[in-house]
């Protein structure tokens, strides 16, 4: 299995970014896929997840400004992050639960000037 990311940039505080991720390789038993962040000297943070159903969890610190979203045909996730603040910042990694397993991509940094 594989989890390739993009859509990361350098962007100004209050602006938009994308992230998408597609999935690749045996997904028999996918279910959770969603985002996570660390932020240098910080640990790695939820950010968002989605079940194959639908149903969402948020991080407090992006409610309202980020959406989790998932196309099941092909097996990609994304996140919308509005009003990007400094504090979003970091390297954002999705997420996947394939048949009981963890799956993680290589990360992707964003940045948020001020």
């Given at each position: 299995?594989?989890?390739?990311?993009?859509?990361?940039?350098?962007?100004?505080?209050?602006?938009?970014?994308r992230l998408s991720?597609?999935a690749s390789?045996?997904?028999?038993?996918?279910?959770?896929?969603?985002w996570?962040?660390?932020a240098p000297?910080?640990?790695?943070?939820?950010?968002?997840?989605?079940?194959?159903?639908?149903?969402?969890?948020?991080?407090?610190?992006?409610?309202?400004?980020?959406?989790?979203?998932?196309?099941n045909?092909?097996?990609?996730?994304?996140?919308?992050?509005?009003?990007?603040?400094?504090?979003?910042?970091?390297?954002?990694?999705?997420?996947?639960l394939?048949?009981?397993?963890?799956?993680?991509?290589?990360?992707?940094?964003?940045t948020?000037?001020?």
């Amino acid at each position: 299995v594989q989890l390739v990311e993009s859509g990361g940039g350098l962007v100004q505080a209050g602006e938009s970014l994308r992230l998408s991720c597609a999935a690749s390789g045996s997904m028999w038993g996918i279910s959770t896929m969603g985002w996570y962040r660390q932020a240098p000297g910080k640990q790695r943070e939820l950010v968002a997840t989605i079940t194959g159903r639908g149903s969402t969890n948020y991080a407090d610190s992006v409610k309202g400004r980020f959406t989790v979203s998932r196309y099941n045909s092909n097996d990609t996730v994304y996140l919308k992050m509005n009003n990007l603040k400094p504090e979003d910042t970091a390297v954002y990694y999705c997420y996947s639960l394939i048949h009981f397993r963890d799956y993680w991509g290589q990360g992707i940094q964003v940045t948020v000037s001020s």
